[in-house]
């Protein structure tokens, strides 16, 4: 466990990163890129969804990481309260505007998926209230983080909220499977083979969220350097000010 803490250290965050960011970087673009025309472009047509099922490669890993982005934020969150470790709390805090993102493409993509599906854009259905509700919860997230100017107290707060956010995170997960109303479906990925979807569309969709995955995690990475830079840029600002006093 030592050497975990250690990796984790700034400096040696930094150092490594460096080197590994290209690489996760790549592997991203090409695995995204693969399973997004894999899907879009070498699937049938559902028999009875016709073309607008392949909204699914988008609309599925987006939805995925919206919620698991939230997870690794509450994680990193609980590693500050209790260990103080700075990078944890810049880790989260790095997280949160891709988690937005990823849960605005998920309304969005269910959505215009929706329309033509259920007749409506919208429906105050379990899943997606839920959902909206997380949404809220990034962006209080962010608006905290910007709101205080001490880093530690913003890292305490944000990390409260997170722990609270997380109830959200998993009603978004569970919710078709918590209240039987509502026009979400259930699960498309799963592992009992009659509600997963045909292979057809099965290999592509674990190839696209792979590279959803692998996407976040690129740029969570690239996102926790700028903020490990800012710390520091800060912290040598305060020194000026100090010595110019």
Same mark, same amino acid.
């Given at each position: 466990?030592?050497?975990?803490?250690?990796?984790?250290?700034?400096?040696? $965050?930094?150092?490594?990163?460096?080197?590994?960011?290209?690489?996760?970087?790549?592997?991203?673009?090409?695995?995204?890129?693969?399973?997004?025309?894999?899907? $879009?472009?070498?699937?049938?047509?559902?028999?009875?969804?016709?073309?607008?099922?392949?909204?699914?490669?988008?609309? *599925?890993?987006?939805?995925?990481?919206?919620?698991? &982005?939230? +997870?690794?934020?509450?994680?990193?969150? !609980?590693?500050?309260?209790?260990?103080?470790?700075?990078?944890?709390?810049?880790?989260?805090?790095?997280?949160?505007?891709?988690?937005?993102?990823?849960?605005?493409?998920? !309304?969005?993509?269910?959505?215009?998926?929706?329309?033509?599906?259920?007749?409506?854009?919208?429906?105050?259905?379990?899943?997606?209230?839920?959902?909206? &509700?997380? !949404?809220?919860?990034?962006?209080?997230?962010?608006?905290?983080?910007?709101?205080?100017?001490?880093?530690?107290?913003?890292?305490?707060?944000?990390?409260?909220?997170? *722990?609270?956010?997380?109830?959200?995170?998993?009603?978004?997960?569970?919710? +078709? !499977?918590?209240?039987?109303?509502?026009?979400?479906?259930?699960?498309?990925?799963?592992?009992?083979?009659?509600?997963?979807?045909?292979? &057809?569309?099965?290999?592509?969709?674990?190839?696209? &969220?792979?590279?959803? *995955?692998?996407?976040?995690?690129?740029?969570?990475?690239?996102?926790?350097?700028?903020?490990?830079?800012?710390?520091?840029?800060?912290?040598?600002?305060?020194?000026?000010?100090?010595?110019?006093?």
């Amino acid at each position: 466990m030592a050497s975990i803490w250690e990796w984790a250290n700034p400096r040696k $965050f930094m150092n490594w990163t460096d080197r590994a960011l290209p690489v996760i970087a790549g592997l991203a673009a090409v695995v995204l890129s693969v399973g997004l025309v894999w899907g $879009f472009f070498f699937t049938p047509d559902d028999y009875r969804q016709g073309s607008t099922v392949k909204i699914f490669y988008l609309h *599925v890993p987006a939805a995925m990481m919206a919620i698991n &982005i939230w +997870v690794m934020m509450l994680v990193t969150s !609980l590693i500050w309260l209790f260990r103080r470790h700075h990078v944890s709390a810049l880790a989260a805090k790095a997280a949160a505007p891709i988690g937005m993102v990823m849960t605005l493409i998920a !309304l969005v993509t269910g959505a215009i998926w929706g329309k033509p599906m259920w007749g409506t854009y919208w429906e105050w259905d379990p899943r997606l209230t839920s959902f909206l &509700i997380l !949404l809220l919860f990034y962006i209080g997230y962010m608006a905290l983080w910007e709101a205080l100017e001490n880093p530690d107290t913003a890292a305490d707060l944000t990390a409260v909220l997170c *722990v609270v956010g997380s109830v959200f995170a998993l009603l978004s997960r569970y919710a +078709v !499977l918590f209240w039987n109303q509502g026009l979400h479906q259930g699960a498309s990925l799963s592992l009992d083979k009659e509600e997963n979807v045909s292979d &057809i569309y099965f290999y592509p969709a674990l190839v696209a &969220i792979a590279g959803f *995955v692998l996407l976040f995690v690129a740029l969570v990475l690239l996102r926790t350097r700028t903020e490990i830079r800012n710390r520091r840029l800060q912290a040598l600002e305060m020194r000026e000010r100090m010595q110019g006093q």
